[in-house]
T-cell receptor, first 112, second 114 residues
């Protein structure tokens, strides 16, 4: 079963606007990762945030993690048409598991 | 570096046929894994390996076999293809134990089982 669930399932915005996607998970985690997938392509890693971190930045990306609420958010600022893609969160579970479990993703469309 | 490569890119099989999806990486990563992606389901882990000679099951292992004889290669075998195995298959690799590290994905193999 999927550990992470992204919300919303789909998001459509205009170029220049900010896009926020959320991920909720069920069990305690060691870390959480965000990936991007352009249509028909493999996944590309964006950010990894560990359970003892609350916020992380990479360029126009900002990820937050709230372990008390078992949730994370990905913010893309000043979005561009090239940001159009599906975004997935993935969790590595506490307890030494070597399994990385992905959510179902948020499909982001940025309109020019 | 080529990264993670997968062959073939696209394959059509008839029900009951067998085939092997190839995955190779040139980054000397210990951890490799196979996922399938179906519409509306995200990625689901099929099998993974933490090093040569070591493999383990993921969420959806039934109907698939793997082996890891070298660090570089991690083939996925479909024993007797079924229409339910129609999907896009992704191979990934990483350093360390995998779950706590950046995964590098291949371009995928689209499989259609008739």
């Amino acid at each position: 079963s999927q550990q992470g669930e992204e919300d919303p399932q789909a998001l459509s915005i205009q170029e220049g606007e900010n896009a926020t996607m959320n991920c909720s998970y069920k069990t305690s985690i060691n870390n959480l990762q965000w990936y991007r997938q352009n249509s028909g392509r493999g996944l590309v890693h964006l950010i990894l945030i560990r359970s003892n971190e609350r916020e992380k930045h990479s360029g126009r990306l900002r990820v937050t993690l709230d372990t008390s609420k078992k949730s994370s958010s990905l913010l893309i600022t000043a979005s561009r048409a090239a940001d159009t893609a599906s975004y997935f969160c993935a969790t590595g579970m506490r307890g030494g598991s070597e399994k990385l479990v992905f959510g179902k993703g948020t499909k982001l469309t940025v309109n020019p | 570096n080529a990264g993670v490569t997968q062959t073939p890119k696209f394959q059509v099989l008839k029900t009951g046929q067998s085939m092997t999806l190839q995955c190779a990486q040139d980054m000397n990563h210990e951890y490799m894994s196979w996922y399938r992606q179906d519409p509306g389901m995200g990625l689901r882990l099929i099998h993974y390996s933490v090093g040569a000679g070591i493999t383990d099951q993921g969420e959806v292992p039934n109907g698939y076999n793997v082996s890891r004889s070298t660090t570089e290669d991690f083939p996925l075998r479909l024993l007797s293809a079924a229409p339910s195995q129609t999907s896009v298959y992704f191979c990934a690799s990483s350093t360390g134990t995998g779950a706590g590290e950046t995964q590098y994905f291949g371009p995928g193999t689209r499989l259609l089982v008739l």
